[in-house]
């Protein structure tokens, strides 16, 4: 039976991971017509009705990175959607009035994002690349996904600090086993299991279940929530080092 984490040890807050180098790789995707494909979401209220905490993280690339594009409605973000940047340790939230050049921006593969979700639920529908940036074939049993991309996530950490709290977005949409992650310090690379043995971040990632407004830690032993990173969550991970980058597998080829 999984058990929530006490939300009092978390960060009300989280990290901006600005992945410059995939929203180049989806502007050449566009470029050369590539296959789109559509993401869904649901985002949820709390239980009472009242606002309720998503975590969230796209799904792909998308094709139109503006907030308003990608969740459809300005007014379900003014003012309740936010990200952390990872430099200053800052929260920033999106206000429509400073965008689009302010400074929250677009919305980014491999970034963790907040939203405050008000009375009812809502499904949100975005156009993006194919998973993990692959190329899709029909076979027999349904779409192959091929040659997709392993994903680099940077863990720097607060200016001068040794390492601090991350929002790292999940940035495919297929799951991956957290154990065959790996972190590097620039020098070695081990396995997330090693990483955090070696002191480098904590292990038991925190993520939320905004259907039951639960926290839980990803866990190998599925005792605190789930062994597999899962499409759209966002993971608060608190590092102990800085510059820190996780590399997330994107796997073998496999059927969808």
Same mark, same amino acid.
């Given at each position: 039976?999984?058990? @929530? *984490?006490?939300?009092?040890?978390?960060?009300?807050?989280?990290?901006?991971?600005?992945?410059?180098?995939?929203?180049?790789?989806?502007?050449?995707?566009?470029?050369?017509?590539? @296959?789109?494909?559509?993401?869904?979401?649901?985002?949820?209220? /709390? @239980?009472?009705?009242?606002?309720?905490?998503?975590?969230?993280?796209?799904?792909?690339?998308?094709?139109?990175?503006?907030?308003?594009?990608?969740?459809?409605?300005?007014? *379900?973000? /003014?003012? @309740?959607?936010?990200?952390?940047?990872?430099?200053?340790?800052?929260?920033?939230?999106?206000?429509?009035?400073?965008? %689009?050049?302010?400074?929250?921006?677009?919305?980014?593969?491999?970034?963790?994002?907040?939203?405050?979700?008000?009375? #009812?639920?809502?499904?949100?529908?975005?156009?993006?690349?194919?998973?993990?940036?692959?190329?899709?074939? #029909?076979? #027999?049993?349904?779409?192959?996904?091929?040659?997709?991309?392993?994903?680099?996530?940077?863990? %720097?950490?607060?200016?001068?600090?040794?390492?601090?709290?991350?929002?790292?977005?999940?940035?495919?949409?297929?799951?991956?086993?957290?154990?065959?992650?790996?972190?590097?310090?620039?020098?070695?690379?081990?396995?997330?299991?090693?990483?955090?043995?070696?002191?480098?971040?904590?292990?038991?990632?925190?993520?939320? /279940?905004?259907?039951?407004?639960? #926290?839980?830690?990803?866990?190998?032993?599925?005792?605190?929530?789930?062994?597999?990173?899962?499409?759209?969550?966002?993971?608060?991970?608190?590092?102990?080092?800085?510059? *820190?980058?996780?590399?997330? %597998?994107?796997?073998?080829?496999?059927?969808?």
């Amino acid at each position: 039976m999984k058990h @929530t *984490l006490t939300t009092s040890r978390l960060l009300k807050g989280g990290e901006t991971m600005r992945i410059a180098c995939l929203v180049v790789m989806a502007c050449l995707l566009l470029a050369v017509g590539a @296959t789109a494909a559509t993401y869904t979401q649901i985002l949820y209220p /709390d @239980t009472s009705g009242a606002y309720g905490a998503n975590w969230i993280a796209l799904k792909a690339v998308p094709f139109d990175p503006n907030p308003i594009t990608v969740f459809g409605s300005v007014d *379900l973000i /003014d003012g @309740t959607l936010s990200r952390l940047d990872p430099v200053t340790g800052n929260t920033e939230g999106y206000f429509s009035f400073q965008e %689009p050049d302010g400074p929250f921006g677009n919305m980014l593969l491999g970034e963790g994002y907040w939203l405050n979700v008000t009375t #009812t639920s809502h499904t949100i529908s975005y156009q993006g690349a194919v998973d993990g940036l692959g190329t899709e074939s #029909t076979v #027999t049993e349904g779409t192959k996904i091929s040659s997709m991309t392993d994903m680099w996530i940077s863990l %720097p950490g607060p200016t001068g600090e040794e390492g601090g709290y991350h929002w790292v977005g999940f940035p495919f949409s297929h799951n991956v086993l957290w154990t065959d992650v790996k972190v590097t310090d620039g020098n070695e690379t081990v396995p997330v299991l090693t990483a955090v043995s070696n002191g480098w971040l904590d292990g038991g990632w925190a993520y939320l /279940d905004a259907a039951t407004q639960s #926290t839980y830690g990803v866990d190998p032993d599925e005792i605190m929530g789930s062994a597999y990173l899962e499409p759209g969550n966002m993971y608060q991970i608190f590092t102990r080092k800085a510059n *820190l980058a996780l590399i997330i %597998p994107a796997g073998d080829d496999y059927i969808k």
